[in-house]
């Protein structure tokens, strides 16, 4: 079984002003299913998208594959728009792109609620991708790297934005697992390039923090060279998740079993990756402890 921990709502970006949704949503939840996934964190509303109620009537059509996540800003949401949003029917948050430090204290009656309540909340980790990566292609000699360039002026996303990767460090989420210790806490991406060591040490020694494995072939890449998976970070703090297109998430599946079986991991610590550490998180599978 797998568990995809960081499945946004599916939205047009070749044509942002479309409302197709429920032809989106069918074809995303096709997608996952083929791939192999029996159950996906659906990343609803927020900045982009249907907003929360909406989103959840199209969530509601696949109720055996997705879980709903509302996206949230703490700047604007307090405490009781999260149990709001618990009422409707969604079972964690994610929130990014804050306009202070995940752990700025005005945000704590966001985290409070959603420990109160069970509620898991994905953090984006690190600098915020999409687009062009420059650290594999560009746009002067990849065709395809200019029309997504491009594609990028014409939707918005090359404007001024308030938002940087200092606010949205690991190291914040060591202030917020202090404070909600019993807050389910997952941080994107392995922390963001550049930030394997510093996420690694939070989840060293915090219980309820995890990471998932999001963040496209460099991410991979370092999770096997830099020995991350199993050694840096155990296999009990990581879960898995696609964050990327229809199109390609049934070949992100079959990266990740050629990199767990070169990395020789076993039966049960790939299930723990795949499926049971997020199962666990999410109230759906209990909690293991050895025994004496």
Known sequence: MIWD????????????????????????????????????????????????????????????????????????QRGRDVRALQEQGYRGLKIIGTRRAYDDPRYFSVYEAAEELGMPILFHLGVIGGGVDYSITHPRRDPKAAESL????????????????IRMRPFHLDTIANRCPELRI?????????????????????????????????IERHAVERNLIGREIGVEKLVWGS?????????????????FDDLQLTPDQMDRIWYRNAAELFGEWQPERAAE
């Open 5 to 76: 921990v960081h499945c946004h709502f599916p939205r047009d970006w070749e044509h942002p002003e479309a409302t197709d949704y429920e032809r989106l949503v069918d074809k995303r939840a096709d997608a996952l299913r083929q791939a192999g996934v029996t159950r996906a964190s659906l990343l609803s509303g927020g900045r982009f998208g249907p907003p929360h109620e909406e989103a959840l009537a199209h969530a509601r059509r696949h109720e055996d594959l997705f879980v709903p996540v509302a996206i949230v800003d703490p700047e604007e």
């Open 186 to 218: 997952i941080g994107a991406h392995m922390g963001g390039t550049g930030n394997y060591d510093e996420a690694a040490s939070v989840v060293r020694w915090r219980h309820h923090v995890l990471l998932d494995l999001s963040g496209g072939t460099t």
């Open 150 to 165: 491009e594609r990028m002026r014409t939707v918005g996303r090359t404007m001024m934005r308030d938002v940087s990767a």
């Open 243 to 259: 964050d990327c297109q229809d199109e390609e998430i049934g070949e992100h599946v079959l990266r990740f079993e050629r990199m």
